[in-house]
Nanobody, 124 residues
Framework: QVQLVESGGGLVQAGGSLRLSCAAS????????MGWFRQAPGKEREFVAA????????NYADSVKGRFTISRDNSKNTAFLQMNSLKPEDTAVYYC?????????????????WGQGTQVTVSS
């Protein structure tokens, strides 16, 4: 089992930036593909970004492409989501997830472990 803990959420004005972190427990972080999802009130949890085990491949939702960057530091057992040019529609609870896969995983069903989420609120 692996435990994931998100941090870095908060309140920011439109056009601002936030950096989310996802700290993972255990000694096998580098064996997991990682992803970020978000869920706004009244909406389903949706894919945001994903990265493969070694960080060589990434995938982004069209709504965040060019604004968000997913990365990972396997030596620190941590994944990141750098969010720039934030918009009010980015407001949501953001979740990190880990998948026992050698691929970049973009579907909720492909992930095995989930963090508790961190709130991101973007004001207009």
């Amino acid at each position: 089992q692996v435990q994931l803990v998100e941090s870095g959420g908060g309140l920011v004005q439109a056009g601002g930036s936030l950096r989310l972190s996802c700290a993972a427990s255990g000694r096998t972080f580098s064996t997991y593909a990682m992803g970020w999802f978000r869920q706004a009130p009244g909406k389903e949890r949706e894919f945001v970004a994903a990265i493969n085990r070694n960080g060589g491949r990434t995938n982004y939702a069209d709504s965040v492409k060019g604004r968000f960057t997913i990365s990972r530091d396997n030596s620190k057992n941590t994944a990141f989501l750098q969010m720039n040019s934030l918009k009010p529609e980015d407001t949501a609870v953001y979740y990190c997830a880990a998948a026992m896969s050698i691929l970049v995983v973009t579907s909720k069903g492909g992930y095995d472990y989930w963090g508790q989420g961190t709130q991101v609120t973007v004001s207009s």
